[in-house]
């Protein structure tokens, strides 16, 4: 039978992790109002200051040659930050690091398919450098005068004032696995020896179910299964069940190159009661097996073979002391109107080590879901199976949402959704090392050209400024601003444009082509704390370091001209 479970975790880490520079929404076509193409070595002003005001406040020109913000080298080899880069040009690259188990491969990413763009801020307005290819590999521009611009590449943009910068990322797996343009495989299941079946209740009382992982290739999936399962059945066959990629393509298995797969029995276990004397249950690994080395090419219609004797993996205890009101309490700093909404613990696992933090996603150890608005001090003993080798580490993530609920600004009186919340991930040892608190709290005083962003409205321009203050809590390395359209249609928001800048920076203007007219949005402004970030030179691959926490404040929804 088919649970209602779905991943928390893939919609939580996509956002910051898995974001990078991509292309998830419709790129400009064309240069937008307020944008002068710009394609020569001259300095606009002469004299290499900014005309107007300070558009992304707080980025400093580059006074020498940075490295990797200050932390262990990431580049194995790549030009070390911005040493080397004669004044006026900025190099752009894309280098994806895959990590495997016998070491890191680099692969360098040809930009010209798709080639990154400068923006200059000239007061209210932006020049746009469009650059070149490098002879030595990535993207040139020259002359960018020194102070910070936005380099974007899809729907997102860095501000930085780095002379060199990376936007690659690390994945997990083989350099030279091959993806096909299929997310979903019917599968032929013949699985004995499982811990007695649970079928699902409810969200405390979540039941079994089978997840699919690889250390080889890049997967994680649900198995989804049909058939009813009776309750401590012990074995499944069928191929009525079928598997969805949570991560995109699904992944081309070569029995040569060693590809297995990691097949994990999570159950139901037990973490008391609720306030209410309802149970509160908890999902755990605690069967697994590695089906051996094999070949398999997803076509849509072919079953994939997974078959195994699963086996009880490596158990491990720890207590857990969750403070909850201390979460609850910035309800109104995430919004004014912001309700509780759903606390969750969940550990993952670190493939091949935490040398560089959370590299790559294999699906959940133990994931712990409380019902919304809980706000209770909770203190439990957890266990959980770790069917992994002894090298790979393991990460707690603790997640705290919270709701507002507003009408659509598409005058149909129904209420839509808008969310913010608390996110924090480190390796489990540190995690629990004492009471589950927030480290960190909301941006404040969000405002839009002036006004609290927290008030319905329409807006008077299509490249408005976005403000806000540091929070009380912790002390920003980066912040994350995320764009998201409203759907008439549909009846939601979906991301739509993500800048990602400095924790210096508390003031942005967005380019005149990131909004359309009349058309409606909702921002997000997320602190982000992150000690070995390097936002500046290598954003995306020093986002994966440990540890990781944000805390998000949201807007109302607001309609451009």
Not at 454 to 465: D, L
Not at 522 to 541: C, H, K, L, Q
Request: aromatic content about 10%.
């Amino acid at each position: 039978m088919k649970s209602p479970r779905w991943s928390f975790l893939l919609g939580a880490t996509c956002v910051a992790w898995l974001a990078g520079c991509g292309s998830g929404a419709p790129e400009s076509s064309g240069l937008g109002a307020g944008l002068a193409s710009v394609d020569t070595d001259t300095d606009s002003t002469g004299d290499g200051t900014w005309m107007g005001e300070p558009i992304a406040e707080g980025c400093e020109p580059d006074g020498g040659v940075p490295t990797d913000g200050g932390v262990p080298s990431v580049d194995g080899g790549v030009p070390s930050a911005d040493a080397g880069v004669p004044w006026g040009l900025v190099w752009v690259k894309s280098t994806t690091r895959f990590h495997t188990s016998v070491g890191v491969a680099q692969q360098e990413e040809d930009l010209s398919a798709n080639p990154p763009e400068i923006l200059v801020p000239t007061g209210s307005t932006f020049e746009l450098h469009l650059g070149s290819a490098h002879p030595e590999g990535g993207w040139l521009f020259t002359g960018i005068r020194q102070g910070a611009y936005y380099l974007r590449r899809g729907s997102t943009s860095l501000i930085t004032s780095a002379r060199y910068v990376d936007v690659g990322r690390n994945r997990l797996g083989r350099s030279d696995a091959q993806y096909v343009d299929v997310a979903s495989s019917p599968l032929q299941v013949n699985l004995l020896n499982l811990a007695p079946w649970q079928n699902w209740e409810s969200g405390t009382q979540p039941g079994s179910s089978l997840q699919l992982t690889s250390s080889q290739v890049d997967l994680y999936s649900t198995a989804s299964v049909f058939d009813f399962i009776p309750d401590g059945a012990t074995s499944i066959v069928t191929s009525n069940a079928v598997m969805d990629s949570g991560l995109g393509n699904l992944p081309v298995f070569e029995a040569d190159k060693g590809d297995r797969l990691y097949v994990n029995q999570l159950s139901e276990f037990s973490a008391g009661s609720l306030p209410d004397g309802r149970p509160l249950g908890y999902t755990a690994v605690e069967r697994s097996a590695q089906v051996g080395a094999f070949d398999f090419l997803p076509d849509g219609f072919t079953p994939m073979p997974v078959t195994g004797l699963l086996q009880l993996a490596r158990m491990r205890e720890f207590p857990i002391e969750w403070r909850l009101p201390d979460f609850a309490r910035f309800a109104s700093h995430v919004h004014p109107n912001a309700q509780p909404g759903i606390p969750r613990l969940d550990l993952v696992p670190g493939p091949h080590g935490l040398q560089e933090g959370w590299i790559g996603y294999t699906g959940e150890l133990l994931s712990l879901s409380l019902p919304r608005g809980t706000a209770y001090d909770l203190t439990a003993r957890l266990r959980f199976g770790n069917p992994y080798p002894s090298n790979w580490g393991v990460i707690g993530v603790v997640s705290y949402s919270f709701r507002n609920q507003e009408r659509m600004p598409d005058g149909s009186g129904r209420l839509g959704s808008i969310t913010g919340g608390y996110t924090e991930w480190d390796s489990i040892d540190n995690l629990i090392a004492g009471p589950l608190v927030p480290k960190l709290s909301p941006p404040l005083a969000f405002t839009i050209d002036g006004v609290p962003a927290t008030i319905p409205r329409r807006v008077g321009t299509v490249s408005p400024v976005l403000a806000w203050t540091p929070p009380l809590v912790g002390t920003p390395s980066a912040y994350r601003v995320s764009i998201q359209r409203f759907d008439p249609d549909l009846g939601f928001a979906f991301t739509w444009r993500v800048l990602y800048m400095p924790g210096s920076v508390t003031q942005v203007r967005l380019p005149p082509d990131t909004l359309e007219p009349a058309t409606s949005y909702i921002a997000t402004v997320s602190a982000i704390d992150s000690p070995n970030v390097a936002i500046e030179n290598f954003p995306f691959r020093t986002l994966d370091r440990l540890p990781y926490r944000s805390f998000a404040t949201t807007s109302s929804y607001f309609t451009t001209p």
